[in-house]
Each structure stands twice: as C-alpha cells, then as structure tokens.
C-alpha cells in the first residue's frame, strides 16, 4: 500500500527517522521521495495529477486498500506502543 504525505520541510530529519526506524522493525517495505509533487498555491502539471491517479488506480486493483476506520485503529495502536 502507497501513500503520499506531505511533511513540513522543518520536521523532515524528525519524520525521516521515523520512516527509519519503521522500516527497521518491518513495518515499511520500502519509502523513497518524490520530490515536491506541488507547492501550495501551485497548479499540479496534469501529466503528474494523472500519474499519482494511475497509481493509485493500480494500488486499488491490487486490494491495497485501507478504510478511515482502520487507520485511525492503527494510529491509535501506534500511538498506545
């Protein structure tokens, strides 16, 4: 399963070690950056808008899907550790 999360520039080295530190206990398979999709108050090229919707249309077909419920489950879960 993909997602996208925007992180404030300020708190990228605190976000990126704890990326980390999920990957190493086997949480995350793998992460990797791709860049500033848009900035705010900029439009988003449509060749990229489609390319994060093909991707996810795909991540779908898979069944690599999650409902609301389940991650507000699992964050509280995350949270409670």
Known sequence: MTYFINVNPS????FLQIIKSLKNIGVIVSYGSIG???KEG???STEKLLS???????EVEAGNIMSSEDVKKLTSNWKEK
């Open 52 to 58: 994060v919707l093909e991707f996810s249309r795909k």
């Open 36 to 38: 500033d999709l848009a």
């Open 11 to 14: 708190n990228l080295k605190d």
């Open 42 to 44: 900029e439009p988003i």
